[in-house]
């Protein structure tokens, strides 16, 4: 977060550098014509703005309409709001990246790279994987508990040959065939024959 607050502190020092740059490199371009190239280009920029801002409002009724979330439009318009904070910003850097940010051309390959490399990313680290469907749903992640689950067996067994799970007061036993079977301890008073030791 400080590289990218460190970043944006650096563009007025750009400005300021190109800024003296062009005007003491010129003759006949002085700080009377960069402060009106500054005033035009934040104009017109301010109105390519209000104009996509427009376009994008339309655009997220016809999304809701169809019953659709606006992902797409919500971000076209955080991207309008900062490119207007960087028009209105005089400098000729703000005024580029502006621009960048206001013109579709520019602006739909950018949506898409902070799409992909930032806010999945993000949501995916805040959700455990449920954004982009990489949560697990079965199984142990990474191979946990299958290595713990033989040795747990084999520690109250005694033998390798029915895997047995710790269920608290009930304990469940698979053997190496199609059966299986159910022991609950709390029923001690019914008898061995009244119970189906290997059900299937």
Known sequence: MLRW???LL????????ILAIVVSQTDWFGWIGMV????LTGLIGMLLVRAEGRRTLRKMQRTLAQGEPPTNE??????????GAFLLTPGLVTDLIGFLLVLPLTRIPIRAALKRF???PYADKKTDGLISG?????GFPEGEGVGQAGSSAS???GSSDANTYDLGDDAYSVDDGDSYTIDFGDDASSSEDDRD???R
């Open 5 to 7: 607050i460190f970043a």
């Open 10 to 17: 650096l563009i007025p020092f750009f400005d300021a550098v």
């Open 36 to 39: 009106l190239l500054v005033v």
């Open 74 to 83: 919500l971000l076209d318009g955080g991207l309008l709001i900062a490119s």
């Open 118 to 120: 930032v806010i999945v």
């Open 134 to 138: 990489t949560v697990w749903t079965y």
């Open 155 to 157: 520690a109250n067994t």
């Open 197 to 199: 030791p290997r059900a």
